[in-house]
């Protein structure tokens, strides 16, 4: 079973940049609605970014402009840069895959902005 694990998370200033990844370890045939969600502190996990039907990104009102996803296809890797990161994008991030049919969830990496 293919599993998905983030990296890149850790401690920045607000206006600093970080860059997620998140690894498929392990061959996949079928790789669908990769995405990337988050968790606030006593929040609900929401949708950061994604790709649309055309395969066109898309985000949160709250990221656009700041935050890009994109994907290596050859390796099946998912990434999300950010930058001009605030204190409001601290977060549990989470990388998300429908994969062989499956539903597939990373554990998480945690993104801390300091004001």
């Known amino acids: 079973q293919v599993q998905l694990v983030e990296s890149g998370g850790g401690l920045v200033q607000a206006g600093g940049s970080l860059r997620l990844s998140c690894a498929a370890s392990?061959?996949?045939?079928?790789?669908?609605?990769a995405s990337w969600y988050r968790q606030r502190p006593g929040t609900h996990r929401e949708l950061v970014a994604g790709f649309n039907s055309r395969g066109r990104p898309n985000y949160a009102g709250s990221v656009k402009g700041r935050f890009a996803i994109s994907m290596d296809s050859a390796t099946n890797t998912l990434y999300l840069q950010m930058n001009n990161l605030v204190p409001n994008d601290t977060a549990d991030y989470y990388c998300?895959?429908?994969?062989?049919?499956?539903?597939?969830w990373g554990q998480g990496t945690q993104v801390t902005v300091s004001s």
């Open positions: 392990g061959s996949a045939s079928n790789v669908e609605r």
């Open positions: 998300y895959a429908f994969i062989d049919g499956r539903t597939t």
